[in-house]
């Protein structure tokens, strides 16, 4: 299929790919060619592109749309990242920064959601939380 | 006399030559920072005609009814989006765009009931202050980089006020920028949502007509959350537009102010010479006067 990932930005990825696996509403589908055409949300998680040859991109989408038809899966990202473009050092302050905040107001739900990010970046980059 | 002239006009040519220096400056960051606005623009096209293309796809699938495309039969009120700088130092770029947006609101007082202005940058402000009209919402520190962050808290005061029924359609009055030479000062509509045929077409050859499965279940629902970043993308594209436009202006104006000061450096070049020549002049008619003097009462003392 061919594959675009884009955000409000910027294009972060577009190329061919053998499937491609997101977190919609309803779980984890991956989509492979001939997929019927289909348009959902995305819940914040991770994106993966994997090729013919079994390489895989990895991606952190942080809420968004996947439209899906005939061969070719187009995912528009509010927010995203590829995993190699995240700052892990930032996202490890943005993670000790949200939890202090949570220590002192428990439903701080700014502060839950900015953990959120934090957390998928750090799971993506393939860094331990 | 000569000599103070002299000193006074060295002194206004280093006083010169440093505003040389700042305006060159200026120019060759503006002249970058063009780029950069553009290669932005480039980058953040492909979300935005795609996301046309959906809702092109989901309209004509039947969903096109959505408050956010629907034109209402009343219009009371017009939002207006004006996108200047905060800076000045961009030649007539801030002037040419207010001016063509307070020609649209007298426009819009005329037919509809009354207005709502969103002003972005610093100098729209202090314009429709200045002039005693009622500012809604101002925004500052976008205009020079606008970050998807910025469109985005815009969009949001914008679509909030559309939705409560305060404003019944929205315009935005930026400058597109069409070339490093042409800028121009347009007035686009933002809401009700229009025109994303024209991109969709942009974004791939086949027709719009893709008859989706849903995942979250109605179409509404999830226009609902498509046409909120539809109007952000929109908005967004011409934030960063108009950013390439004001640095193209500045640009310009460094430019041609760098010229001025290559040209008043030359001209104050040549008085100082002609300075420098009379003082010389004078020196010398003096030498020459006081040897004559000299010689004179010599040859006098010899008879």
């Known amino acids: 299929v061919e594959v675009k990932l884009l955000s409000p930005e910027r294009a972060l990825y577009t190329g061919d790919a053998s499937i491609v696996i ?11 060619a001939g997929h019927a055409p289909l348009l959902g949300r995305l819940l914040p998680g991770r994106l993966r592109i994997v090729d013919a040859d079994g390489s895989e991109e990895v991606a952190a989408v942080h809420s968004g749309f996947v439209e899906v038809g005939d061969s070719r899966v187009v995912v528009l990202a509010d927010v995203a990242e590829l995993a190699g473009q995240i700052d892990v050092e930032r996202a490890r302050r943005a993670k000790a920064a949200a939890e202090e905040r949570l220590r002192e107001a428990e439903d701080d739900e700014e502060a839950k959601a900015a953990l959120r990010r934090a957390v998928l970046r750090l799971e993506v980059a ?4 | 006399m000569p000599a103070a002239q002299l000193r006074e006009v060295r002194r206004r040519m280093r006083s010169v030559q440093s505003t040389k220096k700042i305006t060159r400056a200026m120019e060759l960051i503006a002249a970058s920072r063009i780029v950069k606005a553009q290669q932005r623009v480039a980058a953040a096209r492909p979300y935005a005609e795609e996301i046309a293309r959906v809702i092109a796809n989901l309209v004509a699938g039947g969903a096109g009814d959505h408050p956010l495309l629907r034109a209402r039969e009343e219009t ?7 996108l200047a700088a905060d800076r000045g130092l961009a030649g007539a770029y801030n002037a040419n765009v207010l001016r063509t947006a307070e020609g649209h609101l007298r426009q819009v007082v005329g ?3 009354g207005y709502r202005l969103f002003l972005v940058g610093r100098k729209a402000q202090s314009y429709f202050r200045y002039r005693g009209y009622e500012i809604h919402r101002a925004y500052e520190g976008m205009s ?3 970050t998807y962050e910025d469109a985005r808290r815009v969009a949001g005061d914008v679509l909030a006020a559309y939705r409560e029924g305060e404003i019944d359609a929205v315009e935005v009055v930026s400058t597109r920028y069409y070339s490093v030479v042409t800028q121009r000062a347009v007035a686009r509509r933002l809401l009700p949502v229009q025109g994303f045929e024209v991109e969709a077409k942009e974004a791939g050859g086949e027709a719009p007509r893709t008859v989706y499965e849903f995942e979250p279940g109605e179409p509404e629902a999830i226009l609902d959350r498509l046409l909120p970043r539809y109007v952000e993308a929109r908005l967004f594209a011409a934030m960063l537009d108009a950013s390439a436009s004001e640095h193209a202006a500045r640009r310009r104006a460094m430019q041609s102010a760098t010229q001025n000061a290559d040209d008043l450096i030359k001209t104050l070049r040549r008085v100082a010479n002609r300075a420098r020549q009379t003082e010389i002049t004078t020196e010398i008619s003096e030498v020459v006067g006081g040897a004559e003097a000299l010689h004179q009462s010599a040859e006098r003392e010899q008879e």
């Open chain 1, 22 to 32: 997101a977190r919609t509403l309803e779980g984890e589908i991956g989509f492979l």
């Open chain 1, 126 to 129: 393939g860094k331990q939380t």
């Open chain 2, 76 to 82: 009371r009120r017009v939002g207006l989006v004006v």
């Open chain 2, 111 to 113: 037919t509809a009931s």
């Open chain 2, 144 to 146: 020079d980089t606008p």
